[in-house]
Nanobody, 124 residues
Framework: QVQLVESGGGLVQAGGSLRLSCAAS????????MGWFRQAPGKEREFVAA????????YYADSVKGRFTISRDNAKNTVYLQMNSLKREDTAVYYC?????????????????WGQGTQVTVSS
């Protein structure tokens, strides 16, 4: 069982930055691939970024590539999402998710555990 708690969301102006964190419980965090997803009002949950168990492989949605960076610290049981050059269209609830696999996926139904989400609002 893995419990995930996101933090770091908030209100930021367009062009600004935020760093989301996701703290995981359990001693097997390093055995999980991790992903970040987001959901805007009236839209489906969409993939943002993912990272494998060691942190040396990452994958990004085209919409955030070059602006967002996913990373993890297995010693701290934490995964991060650094978001730079934020745009209004990045406004959403951001969720972290854990997949009981060493390798990531961009499909939400392939993740086993989810956090409660953190709101990110980008104003113009």
């Amino acid at each position: 069982q893995v419990q995930l708690v996101e933090s770091g969301g908030g209100l930021v102006q367009a062009g600004g930055s935020l760093r989301l964190s996701c703290a995981a419980s359990g001693r097997t965090f390093s055995s999980y691939a991790m992903g970040w997803f987001r959901q805007a009002p009236g839209k489906e949950r969409e993939f943002v970024a993912a990272i494998n168990w060691t942190g040396d492989m990452t994958y990004y949605a085209d919409s955030v590539k070059g602006r967002f960076t996913i990373s993890r610290d297995n010693a701290k049981n934490t995964v991060y999402l650094q978001m730079n050059s934020l745009k209004r269209e990045d406004t959403a609830v951001y969720y972290c998710a854990a997949r009981a696999s060493l390798y990531y996926s961009c499909y939400p139904n392939e993740y086993d555990y989810w956090g409660q989400g953190t709101q990110v609002t980008v104003s113009s």
